[in-house]
């Protein structure tokens, strides 16, 4: 009844399974297995803001995305790619430099899969469509920390991280599985101007004024009473 919603509803629960995860918990634990200390954990944080930041300035990248499935799985795989390099990262500005683009991408991902949700159902359709993105948000995403964490626990931070990068690379799987998502092309917007009846212009309201400017000259000059600006109209009786 949906095509390609249900499908866009999966990768976006897999996109916050795997993302706040690596973002939060997996880049602090990294930071501390490395060795990176404290400033390592806030320079990866930092590269974090720094992506979604740029993921933000660039409205034209983001609007040829939105509704895209081949964007989508382009930017599920290079999120996923980024995760596994930062995962066995050997130095922190190469990790730094992932974890930038680790949040480009995932930022992409995103705006990918919310416009595909918000534009593909129907109306009716649309509530529960928001009502299941609103649960994978508050649900998914806490429920990742405890998952990195645990794999943290019983491996090791680089397998926790590796974790998240496997759940993008299934969000990606999805999408190329699907057919209408994965054809899914980004709307354009609407050229040429609106419907309807223009509005006027400044040259009709120009007339207008005249018009209702000339109106009391002509009734003082039909009638002979003065005229709006005192001078006495050309057929008066006195001036007869």
Known sequence: ALPGVR???ICTVL???????????????????RGWGVVGFGVLVGAVGLGTVLAALAPGFARRLRGSGSGLILACVLTAAAMAGLAFSPNLPLAAVLTVVMALAAA??????LGVLFSGPRPEALGMVMGVVMAAGALAAPLSYVL???????????????ACA????????VALTDRTLRTATAPEPPTGPPTGAP?????????????????PHADADATGEPSADGQPGHLSAKGA
């Open 166 to 173: 496997v759940a993008l690379l299934a969000a990606a799987l």
């Open 15 to 33: 996109i916050e399974l795997g993302c706040p995860g690596a973002f939060g918990v997996g880049t602090l634990l990294l930071a501390d297995d």
């Open 148 to 162: 990195v964490g645990l794999v943290a626990r019983l491996a090791n931070p680089r397998a926790a991280v590796a």
């Open 199 to 215: 509005p006027a212009g400044p040259a009709a309201g120009a007339d207008a004024d005249a018009s209702a400017t000339d109106a």
């Open 7 to 9: 499908a866009a509803l």
């Open 108 to 113: 992409a991902a995103s705006a990918a899969t």
